[in-house]
């Protein structure tokens, strides 16, 4: 008879899962990098951005513009142009360039220029310019058109 023992197995259940949940608010922060950190590089990224960068407004705080200048046209002329005018991303509506992109939806920005959209041809710039670099392109490109 499996029945009568089935409860009995169900609460046995439910306190190992309570147990183990406040064992789990108990336990302090894992630290950066150790083993029991189990955020992705991806996760880390975003939420560098939400928690440092973004302001109230959706405007990227304490960029340097004049470097983000001199870094977007080092590494983003080539394909977006002078002003980032030269991919219209809204083909076929009203045209949204990578300046208005930046200023509504920052996240996905932020998202595409670290880890890059394989099928569109965007590359992944997490490996080739630096934290401090990143920020003051993508306050940079939120004054584009
Ligand atoms: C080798 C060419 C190339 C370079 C260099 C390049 N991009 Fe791109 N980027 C693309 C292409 C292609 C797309 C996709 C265009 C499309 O969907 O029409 C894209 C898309 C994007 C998007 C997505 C916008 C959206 O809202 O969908 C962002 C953001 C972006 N690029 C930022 C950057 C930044 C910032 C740099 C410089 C660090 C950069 N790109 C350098 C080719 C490039």
Redesign the pocket.
Known sequence: MLLPYAPKAILTAIAILLAGASACLAQPKPAPGSEGDTLTVEDKRMAYLVYKLLGKDGIIKNADLKNGAKQ?YQ??R???GDDGRR?N?NPGGIPEY?GI?ARNDMP??WY??NFG?EE????A?INE?DLDDMRD?AGY?QTLP
């Open positions: 977007f590494n983003c080539a394909c977006h991919t991303f990578i992109r996905t920005f595409q220029m959209d569109r041809g965007m590359e710039y310019i392109i490109a």
